[in-house]
Structures are given as C-alpha cells and as structure tokens.
C-alpha cells in the first residue's frame, strides 16, 4: 500500500537486548517523526527527521535510544540495552514537503514492544 | 504549560446516543488537531482547527475550537458502532513549525449496537 510502513509489527525481547525499529514513510515525504504510546503517558514525540538530519531528538528518553534515516527514507529506531520501561507501541509518522505547522502527519500502525 | 486534558477518559453509550468530548489547556493555541485511533492501528488525522469560534462538520461529528483559543470539542451525532476508538486531541508544541506534537491522554470511546 502506499501508507507509512512499520516493521516488525510485534517484538519481544529480553531486558538487556538490543532491537531495532524499522519505518518506511509515504514516498515523497521528506519529514519523518518517530513517537511512543505507552498506557501510562499517552502519545510522546521522540524525534524528527527533516531529510536524513534529525534537527530535534529531544524527546528521545535516554542515551540508549538512537534512530538514523538513510537515503531520506527508510528510518531505524534502535534501542540498546532495553529495559522493561521501554515497553510501548512505537509509531512512525510522515507529512508532505513543506514547513506548514499544520501538514497532516501520517501514522503507520506501529511495533508493540513487549520487554520481558 | 502546553498540556492537554482530556474528557471524560472513558465513554461507553449505546448506538444512537449523542455524546461530546472536551479538550482543555491553560494556554492558547494557534490550531488545534483531532485524531481517532483504531487498535493495532496508528492514529488518523479527522480535522484541523485554526481560528477561535470555528466550527467544522464530518458527516456526524461537529469540531469546535473555543473563542480563546484555549479549548475545543468533538460532538458526534448518532453515535454507531463504527464510532468506537481511541479519540486524541493534539497541539504543535509551541516554536516549532514542523509536527511536534502533544497529545491529550484520549478518550475511549466504546458504542453498543
């Protein structure tokens, strides 16, 4: 489809481990963003990636989470070292060329991340 | 501060039933964005408020955003089955000008046939 795609759509992982998130956005869409659901603190920003430049990762929780883009498309989020708090659905969302605050953000479905 | 509040938290009402949600900040917004939420789904953009007094209306559901600026509604009309979600309220986080957003904590909203 032509929708922001999220791989893989569940993960369970040991505490300790390392796991990576995989998104592909809208083609086109140059601005990438990455969030976190968790049922504690509802939807948080993490990143933003304008091109392959993440100009804001303030939301990024600890030196553990890092995320690149590569070729302004395909985004990794990875999470070193996880711990049983980084359990969450990790949603990527893309929008359109533009700097309008208000370009539509498309979501893709997401990972469960599940920290055992 | 930037929060959202949401309410009510949980909504559980019958096929046919009216029901509004409220989105609340102390401080003003410039726009102000409403979005439902299916599960194992990620969220999709209903509408987008701009200008204080506005109203906006998809089909059944009627999108307000408060004089000040401070404050919107969702109200839908009819609620029917395929109503049932998540629905999220979200802000730009003021400076930015690209998708930085803040959500309100949501309000669940579950319609019986």
């Known amino acids: 489809g032509a929708g922001v795609s999220q791989s893989p759509s569940n993960k369970v992982t040991e505490k300790g481990k390392d796991v990576e998130l995989r998104c592909d956005p809208i083609?086109?869409?140059?601005?990438l963003y990455w969030y976190r659901q968790s049922l504690g603190q509802g939807l948080e920003f993490l990143i933003y990636?304008?091109?392959?430049?993440?100009?804001?990762k303030s939301g990024l929780p600890s030196d553990r989470f890092s995320a690149e883009r590569t070729g302004g498309s395909v985004s990794t989020l990875t999470i070193q070292r996880t711990q049983q708090e980084d359990s969450a659905v990790y949603l990527c969302?893309?929008?359109?060329?533009?700097?309008?605050?208000?370009?539509?953000?498309?979501f893709g479905n997401g990972t469960r991340l599940t920290v055992t | 501060t930037q929060l959202l509040e949401q309410s009510p938290q949980f909504l559980s009402i019958q096929e046919g039933e009216n029901l509004t949600v409220y989105c609340n900040s102390s401080?003003?917004?410039?726009?102000l964005q409403w979005y439902r939420q299916e599960p194992g789904e990620g969220p999709v953009l209903l509408v987008t408020?701009?200008?204080?007094?506005e109203v906006k209306k998809l089909k059944r559901l009627t999108f307000q955003f408060g004089d000040a600026r401070k404050d919107s509604s969702l109200h839908i009309t009819a609620a029917q089955p395929g109503d049932t979600g998540l629905y999220l309220c979200?802000?730009?986080?003021?400076?930015?000008?690209?998708?930085?957003?803040?959500f309100g904590q949501g309000t669940i909203l579950t319609v019986h046939p």
């Open positions: 979200a802000r730009t986080v003021g400076g930015t000008s690209y998708g930085k957003l803040t």
């Open positions: 990636f304008q091109g392959n430049s993440a100009p804001d």
């Open positions: 401080s003003v917004f410039s726009s």
């Open positions: 083609s086109g869409h140059t601005a």
């Open positions: 408020v701009v200008t204080g007094g």
């Open positions: 969302a893309s929008s359109a060329p533009g700097r309008r605050k208000n370009s539509p953000l498309h």
